[in-house]
Each structure stands twice: as structure tokens, then as C-alpha cells.
T-cell receptor
């Protein structure tokens, strides 16, 4: 069964610094997708970024980039120039075509300090 | 912009009551999902649907039931609410694509408290 591991339950980062949120996944499938969601304290889930397993380049969306290392099965989220509004819970998730479902990690709570 | 709605946003109710959490989307998406999330914890898939008259149970066993009579509507029902059902319930939808992933759009969630 597919599994997502986020090893950082919480992180504190100074404003304007870059931050890397770790995510590893476990699959034997060749075709899959990986992505990150942000969940502020208000509770809604905000889609941030997506990486397909066949994509050769790392995905980028504004200040967000996904450091995709296929051989290591890792898909770390990098946030450049962090802002106070980045304080939230961040979930890594995977989609396996075989299972046709999305599995979420346990999340990392990010705190940006002024 | 995502157009997926959930009502109510907050619900406090007594044990034994029957409740229905509403979820509607205006994007014409075939796939819809319900997730249960305890505070500060991961999301657990409890139900999903591929389209009208399709419902499937997710990875987390749930006493709730769902129906999909219309494409845009995917309500979740608890026949007899209990304190253990206290949680946040998130609805999501995506396009039906059998090969590649399509982004899931989430509703704002319903925070349910059962006393």
C-alpha cells in the first residue's frame, strides 16, 4: 500500500528565510503524482503544487518549488522567502493511478516567526 | 477558482441526532470525496464517488453513508451522531481522468461537535 511520511511534526522558521518541508513516499508503481496542500487555521485545504512521476523537471509555482528526487522517493516542498502568512499546516500527498485514490501524510505545522 | 461548497460550516448537536452534511460543486466534476480530519491530524478518506449512482468506501471505516443522485451533490449522513463522530469533514472534487492526476478542489469543511 502506498504511504506518505512527513518526519517534521512542527517547524519554526524566521520570516524571509527559505524553508524545506520533507516528504518521502513509498510505492512500487511507475505512474503516480505527488503534491502539497496548505491548511491554514481556518481549515480549508489549499492546493499548492503538483509533480508527476514522469515529469523530468521540478515543479515550481511562484515561491513554491518541489524538490523531486525519484530515486530517493522524496518530494520535499521548498518555500522561498517565507512570509508570516505561510504559517499553516502542510500536507504532502500522493496519487497512484493503480489505486485511484489520494493518500495524505500526517502533516507538518510550520510557524513563521517575525 | 474552486466552486465547492459545504454547509453547515459549524454544527454542534446532541447524541443520537440524525445529521446530513451537504456538499455541492458547480464545476461539473465527476469524482467527489469525503475526508475526516481530527484537529492537527492527517486526512482520512471515508467515502468517494466516480459519478452519479457511484459510491465507494474509503480507507477509514465510517458509520456515515453517502449518496450521489446528482453530479453536483454529494451529501454525507450520520443516522445517529455520537461524540466519537466529532471531527472536521472535508469534501473535495476532481475531474474524472483514468490516467493522470487531476487537482482535488476542497470545500471549506464542516466542523462537527457531538455532545
Amino acid at each position: 500500500a502506498q504511504k506518505i511520511t512527513q518526519t517534521q511534526p512542527g517547524m519554526f522558521v524566521q520570516e524571509k528565510e527559505a524553508v524545506t518541508l520533507d516528504c518521502t513516499y513509498d510505492t512500487s508503481d511507475q505512474s503516480y503524482g505527488l503534491f502539497w496542500y496548505k491548511q491554514p487555521s481556518s481549515g480549508e485545504m489549499i492546493f499548492l503544487i503538483y509533480q508527476g512521476s514522469y515529469d523530468e523537471q521540478n515543479a515550481t509555482e511562484g515561491r513554491y518549488s518541489l524538490n523531486f528526487q525519484k530515486a530517493r522517493k522524496s518530494a520535499n516542498l521548498v518555500i522561498s522567502a517565507s512570509q508570516l502568512g505561510d504559517s499553516a499546516m502542510y500536507f504532502c500527498a500522493s496519487f497512484m493511478n493503480r489505486d485511484d485514490k489520494i493518500i495524505f501524510g500526517k502533516g507538518t505545522r510550520l510557524h513563521i516567526l517575525p | 477558482e474552486a466552486d465547492i461548497y459545504q454547509t453547515p460550516r459549524y454544527l454542534v448537536i446532541g447524541t443520537g441526532k440524525k445529521i446530513t452534511l451537504e456538499c455541492s460543486q458547480t464545476m461539473g466534476h465527476d469524482k467527489m470525496y469525503w475526508y475526516q480530519q481530527d484537529p492537527g491530524m492527517e486526512l482520512h478518506l471515508i467515502h468517494y464517488s466516480y459519478g452519479v449512482n457511484s459510491t465507494e468506501k474509503g480507507d477509514l471505516s465510517s458509520e456515515s453513508t453517502v449518496s450521489r443522485i446528482r453530479t453536483e451533490h454529494f451529501p454525507l449522513t450520520l443516522e445517529s451522531a455520537r461524540p466519537s463522530h466529532t471531527s472536521q469533514y472535508l469534501c473535495a472534487s476532481s475531474e474524472l481522468d483514468g490516467f493522470s492526476y487531476n487537482e482535488q478542489f476542497f470545500g471549506p469543511g464542516t466542523r462537527l461537535t457531538v455532545l
